[in-house]
């Protein structure tokens, strides 16, 4: 595909880094689980992993809007909010990628507010030279440099979602 610079992880690749973070992930913990996707992007990253997770789990997901406006504390809306409840229980969240964290360490923030017993993240990607403030990785796939990634769940103008793979998008679509 020529709008895709570089593929950076092939389906195998993700694949199999998903068996390895569900592998942990059963190891961790003891009980039911409740992991929450974070829409669009975690879709495809989800699907597998969940799949990987040997444990009775529930799963849930968000929608959030971010807006980097003016000031460099973020602001982050709640599109669609969870079906169910968080108090007393163990949350994992599954983001597609982690880039300066303002939406992750809002929604942990959120969260814990609800009373979630524990809350962990586990991100397919992300982006550590971008990071504005700290967000607490427990599982983390792979970390990337600062280039725009797109498939496996993220988009560009909402496109290349359905990629099967994670690639670097060539500058010439978005110049
Ligand atoms: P942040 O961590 O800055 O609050 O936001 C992370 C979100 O920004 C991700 O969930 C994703 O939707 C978007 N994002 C950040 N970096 C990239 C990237 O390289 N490619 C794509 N497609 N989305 C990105
Ligand atoms: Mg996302
Ligand atoms: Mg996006």
Redesign the pocket.
């Known amino acids: 595909m020529k709008e895709i610079e570089e593929i950076l992880y092939s389906e195998e690749v993700v694949m199999q880094k998903c068996r390895e973070l569900g592998e942990r992930i059963t190891a961790d913990y003891e009980g039911e689980l409740l992991v929450v996707g ?1 829409l669009k ?1 975690a879709v495809p990253f989800m699907a597998e992993l969940i799949k990987r997770i040997d444990l009775p789990i529930i799963i849930d997901f968000m929608d959030v809007s ?1 807006y980097e406006g003016t000031t460099t504390s973020g602001e982050v809306r709640i599109l669609k909010d969870l079906e169910f409840r968080v108090e007393g229980r163990d949350v994992l969240i599954v ?10 360490s809002y929604l942990t923030e959120v969260l814990k507010k609800r009373g979630a017993k524990s809350i962990e993240i586990c991100s397919l990607l992300t ?1 550590p030279k971008r990071r504005k403030v700290f967000v607490d990785t427990k599982y983390v796939g792979f970390e990337v440099d600062d280039k ?3 498939g496996y769940g ?3 103008n909402e496109k290349y979602r359905n990629l099967p793979f994670v690639g670097i998008l060539s500058e010439e679509v978005y110049k």
């Open positions: 974070i992007g971010s983001e597609d990628i982690i880039d300066t964290g303002l939406t992750l982006k725009f990634v797109v993220m988009d560009y």
